[in-house]
C-alpha cells in the first residue's frame, strides 16, 4: 500500500468533506493508498483533516518526510510557498516518488526551471492539479480538435474570476491543452484588484498563433458568483464549455429554408465521466508508481504546463505598464 503525506489541510486538501474533487477525499477513496500524516502551520486545520482521514498530525515537514517516507506528497499550501515546500521535498534525504503540486506550481521562470531541473535528478515526478487534463471529456474534445471535427477556430471568448494567476491559470492551460497551439497575448486591457496578495484579476485579447484565431479574456466578480466558462466558435460548430466543465453544449452548423447558415443544439457525443478528474489522477500516479513507469503522468507534469505559466507571467508583466 502507497503512503500519503498531506501538506496544508485546507478546502482542496479535503479538510471540509471526503469529496473525491480533493486530494483526500480522492485518496481515501482508493484502497491503494494509505494517508499516514498530514502538516500544517495551522494546528488545528491539521488536527481536524486528521480526525477526518485517521491519520497522524505531524509538526515539521522534514521529520515528516523522515518518520513517514511517503511515497506520494500533495502540497495544497497558498501559492506563495509552492516553490519552497517543493525545492524542499526534492532536496530532502527521502524524496518522494511523485509530489502532487496545487497550481500555480510556482511565480517565477527561475523557480519553475529550479523545479524541473532538481525533480530530473532526483528522479521525481512532478504532477500539477491543472484539474481539465486529468477530465475525460477535454481529453476527447481535445482528440476532436485535432481531428477537425468543428472544422477550424476563428474565435474563443473565456470568462473567469479572481486573480490571474491564481484562477487565470486555469483558462489558459485549458486552452493550452484543447489547441496545442501557442498563444500571444496582444493587449491587457484591464487590471482589477482581487482577494489573492499581488495577484489582480486581468482582462486581455490575444491570439492562437498556428491558427490566428482571435481570444477575448474578460472576468466577472465573484461576489455576485462565480463563472469559468470557454466558447469556442469554430466554423461549422460552437462549443460551449460552461459550469467549470460540468456542462458542455454543442451547436452545429445547418443551412435553413431559406438558405441561412444558422447553428442548432446537438448532442455533444460525449462519453458519461465515469470519475472524477482527481480520481483518475491518483490512479495514473499510482500505476505510475506501481508500474516503475513514470512516462504515465507524461502531459500532466510540472514540464508540460510551463507554456501556460509562461503565459502567465507575460500577462502579469504587460498589466504593469497599465
Known amino acids: 500500500m502507497l503512503k500519503v503525506l498531506i501538506v496544508g489541510c485546507g478546502k482542496i486538501a479535503g479538510i471540509q468533506s471526503q469529496l473525491t474533487s480533493t486530494h483526500g477525499g480522492a485518496y481515501h477513496a482508493n484502497k491503494n493508498i494509505k494517508i499516514s500524516a498530514c502538516f500544517d502551520i495551522d494546528l488545528k486545520k491539521s488536527k481536524n483533516f486528521a480526525k477526518l482521514y485517521h491519520c497522524q498530525v505531524e509538526l515539521n515537514l522534514l521529520e515528516a518526510l523522515n518518520k513517514h517516507k511517503p511515497d506520494i506528497v500533495s502540497v495544497c499550501t497558498p501559492d506563495n510557498t509552492h516553490f519552497e515546500i517543493t525545492k524542499e521535498l526534492l532536496t530532502n534525504n527521502h524524496k518522494p516518488k511523485v509530489i502532487f503540486l496545487e497550481k500555480p506550481a510556482c511565480q517565477t521562470n527561475n523557480e519553475l526551471e529550479q523545479l524541473i531541473n532538481l525533480s530530473k535528478e532526483c528522479n521525481t515526478s512532478i504532477v500539477v492539479n491543472q484539474t481539465r487534463r486529468f477530465d475525460q471529456n477535454h481529453q476527447q474534445l481535445r482528440l476532436e480538435i485535432s481531428q477537425g471535427k468543428f472544422g477550424n477556430l476563428i474565435n474563443a471568448d473565456v470568462t473567469y474570476y479572481s486573480g490571474w494567476q491564481h484562477n487565470g491559470i486555469h483558462i489558459i492551460d485549458t486552452l493550452f491543452f484543447l489547441f496545442d497551439d501557442p498563444i500571444e497575448i496582444k493587449k491587457v486591457t484591464k487590471k482589477i484588484e482581487s482577494p489573492y496578495l499581488n495577484d489582480p484579476t486581468l482582462e486581455l485579447t490575444g491570439v492562437f498563433k498556428n491558427s490566428n484565431a482571435k481570444i477575448n479574456i474578460s472576468s466577472f466578480d465573484e461576489k455576485y458568483y462565480q463563472i469559468f466558462e470557454i466558447d469556442l466558435r469554430f466554423s461549422s460548430a460552437r462549443l460551449r464549455i460552461e459550469d467549470f466543465g460540468e456542462r458542455i453544449l454543442l451547436e452545429e452548423r445547418y443551412i435553413n429554408d431559406i438558405g441561412e ?62
Open 261 to 322: 447558415n444558422v447553428i442548432q443544439l446537438v448532442d455533444n457525443g460525449l462519453s458519461e465521466n465515469t470519475e472524477d478528474p482527481m480520481v483518475g489522477a491518483i490512479m495514473d500516479i499510482i500505476r505510475s508508481i506501481e508500474q516503475n513507469n513514470p512516462s504515465i503522468l507524461d502531459g500532466y507534469l510540472l514540464q508540460d504546463v510551463s507554456q501556460s505559466m509562461q503565459m502567465i507571467w507575460k500577462g502579469q508583466e504587460m498589466a504593469q505598464k497599465l
